[in-house]
């Protein structure tokens, strides 16, 4: 019954609200080849600099986000790259498959394919029949006689003359980086005058019908208090209480929901979470397409805390701003983590100062009495259970950097994202370690 609602509700909330950052709608979708089958998720058009940490090389490539078989990073000598430009006509070109990393050595993995744009194929009959754009078309997708590139589709081919170009496989339309516009205001207001810095907040999968209601709110009320702007959440599966929440503020357009159906593999014994590592590379790719000055990458029960700033944006900036031109720029920001353990006693303070009408033996229940006490008194009304205010002691010693730690992004300087770390930059970006009297990483 739970699916089924689950379900009805994401339905409402995609059909009604219309996300500028999810235009394509975009979802897994399968794609055989003969090397090996896999599911595509999305794709973006890359022109940065990544020779140095990513070696990848500068010439522009389509990044399709993909996840498949582990042997798949080494076995895809056969599929090739079509690629569909804005007048109609088409480009067939060599690819790259990118591991991403920490796969744990399961049976599947999320990959990034490289459409390389400058390697193509030449099939004159192909050219004649389709009407194939010249050679310098694909370098520079902004502006050639064939518009832009519109969509990509993968392809098998024996050989070169075996390419079937009815393309039965999906397309997968195209993110480009937006043209530059000027900063959206709203009421929070920002660091000149009401102009605010888009700041995003990328969370791994909902899944396992994850109903935190309560949780969820203060989670997006926190960062929205610390200076985020807009919530990417991917949904596999939730509660109904939680999907109400994302109901709202999908309509209030602070979230944006992205559908996250992964094929029938199974998580943590064939692949990392819910295909974790896609979409945190997803989420990092649609922030730098949108123009995100910084992304959080986080999950529900982590919180970075500023400790020498108003909020995480003035605490980014000012790094920033101390930083030398000679070092290069800071395209990851981590901070170190420490531990909130639930099982620790709770504080009361801000329930007794808020909601004192409510005895002491009821603001003292840890989480397994209130769930207890509520069907025992027939959900008899209890104060909200807060993480960041019921949970006030921590571990003393924050964890080394790169264990455990979290971290936040500039998208522009990211190839590569991990879970804990940022593992390939671009071109003239480095990662930065925030000290812990400057910032911390709380889990709860």
């Known amino acids: ?69 582990k042997e798949f990073k080494t076995k895809y000598s056969n599929t090739r790259c079509v690629i569909r430009f804005e007048n109609g006509s088409f480009r067939v070109v060599m690819i790259s498959v990118i591991e991403m990393l920490e796969s744990f050595s399961l049976k599947w993995n999320s990959f990034y394919v490289n459409c390389r744009l400058k390697q193509m194929v030449t099939l004159p009959k192909m050219r004649e029949a389709n009407h194939l754009p010249n050679e310098n078309s694909a370098n520079n997708t902004k502006h050639n006689s064939d518009g832009d590139i519109v969509a990509v589709t993968l392809v098998s081919a024996d050989n070169l003359a075996d390419i079937s170009y009815k393309l039965s496989n999906p397309e997968i339309n195209v993110h480009k ?38 949780w969820l709110l203060e989670f997006v009320e926190m960062y929205r208090i610390m200076g985020a702007t807009q919530f990417f959440i991917y949904y596999y599966s939730a509660g109904p209480d939680v999907l109400k929440v994302l109901d709202y503020y999908s309509r209030a357009k602070l979230v944006t929901i992205l559908a996250w159906r992964l094929p029938p593999i199974e998580s943590q014994k064939d ?64 901070f170190s983590n420490v531990f909130f353990y639930l099982y620790w006693e709770n504080d009361t303070s801000v329930i007794d100062r808020y909601w004192p009408e409510f005895e002491p033996s009821v603001r003292n229940q840890t989480e397994l009495e209130r769930n207890v006490s509520k069907e025992k008194d027939n959900m008899r009304p209890i104060p909200p259970y807060l993480l960041t205010q019921m949970k006030i002691k921590r571990t003393s010693k924050p964890h080394p950097y790169g264990r455990r730690s979290k971290y936040i992004v500039k998208p522009e300087g990211v190839v590569l994202a991990g879970n804990h770390i940022v593992h390939k930059f671009a071109d003239g970006f480095r990662g930065h370690n925030v000290k812990t009297d400057v910032g911390l990483s709380h889990h709860y």
């Open 271 to 334: 692949i990392r979470t819910q295909a974790i590592f896609s979409a945190l590379n997803d989420c990092n790719m649609r922030a730098y397409v949108n123009h995100f000055e910084y992304a959080a990458m986080v999950d529900f029960d982590e919180f970075i805390i500023p400790k020498s700033a108003n909020n995480l944006v003035e605490l980014l900036d000012n790094i920033s701003e101390k930083g030398t031109p000679s070092s290069g720029k800071i395209g990851s920001y981590s």
């Open 177 to 214: 980086l937006k043209p530059s516009q000027p900063l959206e205001y709203n009421e929070r207001g920002g660091k000149s005058g009401n102009v605010t810095t888009p700041f995003a907040i990328c969370v791994k999968p909902i899944h396992l019908h994850w109903n935190r209601a309560i």
């Open 1 to 69: 019954m739970i699916f089924k609602y689950s379900e009805h509700i994401l339905f409402v909330i995609r059909r009604n609200i219309s996300s500028k950052y999810d235009k394509f709608r975009d979802s897994w979708r399968r794609v055989n080849l003969k090397d090996s089958d896999i599911y595509a998720y999305s794709a973006y058009y890359d022109d940065r600099r990544r020779t140095v940490s990513a070696k990848e090389g500068n010439d522009p490539v389509v990044r399709i986000n993909v996840i498949g078989p």
